[in-house]
């Protein structure tokens, strides 16, 4: 069975700094997708990033990237200029026959 | 484009009470499906999930149970709600797991009283 896990309960960060979000899974499916979700206070899953554990080069999308380190099995995400729409929950998830999902990061940016 | 819908989005129920949840799909054929629970302050965690019409692998035992009528439409439900049923329901789907996405319903928030 797959293991999530996110150490941070909460964090908070200044406006315009970055923050780095901690996620260490385990499986031993040889081949997985790991996935980061924003949750805001609204409910919806927000789809941030995605990165294939065969994928050479860390994933970016804009303001979000993801630090991959397969042998550690980490997949931490990286918030850079943090604006306050940035508070929310942060999930990160691995894929099976399904998403497994930790337990969150309650992230909330201050002016 | 596709889309994802779930209703009801609100509802509050009495302990014993039946429930429905219903999601449907638009846009696409033969998805994966998937229904989620949320407990307050909780990460989401998997109940069912579903890769064909008729056909529903169960993850926690509860006093839950889905089905999945037509290609599109997955349905939740449960004869006798318990207060522990309390939480936020949420229905995805995915066409393959090449794509990488996840995609999610709105949500259904249940109070059970």
């Known amino acids: 069975a797959q293991k999530i896990t996110q150490t941070q309960p909460g964090m908070f960060v200044q406006e315009k700094e970055a923050v780095t979000l901690d996620c260490t899974y385990d499986?031993?499916?040889?081949?997985?997708?790991l996935f980061w979700y924003k949750q805001p206070s609204s409910g919806e899953m927000i789809f941030l990033i995605y990165q294939g554990s065969y994928d050479q080069q860390n994933a970016t999308e804009g303001r979000y990237s993801l630090n991959f380190q397969k042998a550690r099995k980490s997949a931490n995400l990286v918030i850079s200029a943090s604006q306050l729409g940035d508070s929310a929950m942060y999930f990160c998830?691995?894929?099976?026959?399904?998403?497994?999902f930790g337990k969150g990061t309650s992230l909330l940016v201050t002016p | 484009s596709q889309t994802i819908h779930q209703w009801p989005a609100t509802l509050v129920q009495p302990v014993g009470s039946p429930l429905s949840l219903e999601c449907t799909v638009e846009g696409t054929s033969n998805p994966n499906l998937y229904w989620y629970r949320q407990a307050a302050g909780r990460g989401l965690q998997l109940l069912f999930y579903?890769?064909?019409?008729?056909?529903i692998s169960s993850e926690v035992p509860q006093n839950l149970s889905a089905s999945r009528p037509q290609d599109r439409q997955f349905i939740l439900s449960s004869k006798k709600l318990l207060l522990s049923d309390s939480g936020f329901y949420l229905c995805?789907?995915?066409?393959?797991?090449?794509?990488?996405?996840?995609?999610f319903g709105e949500g259904s928030r249940l109070t059970v009283l």
């Open positions: 579903s890769v064909g019409i008729g056909q």
């Open positions: 499986t031993s499916d040889p081949s997985y997708g």
């Open positions: 998830a691995v894929s099976g026959y399904a998403l497994n």
């Open positions: 995805a789907w995915i066409q393959g797991w090449a794509t990488g996405e996840l995609f």
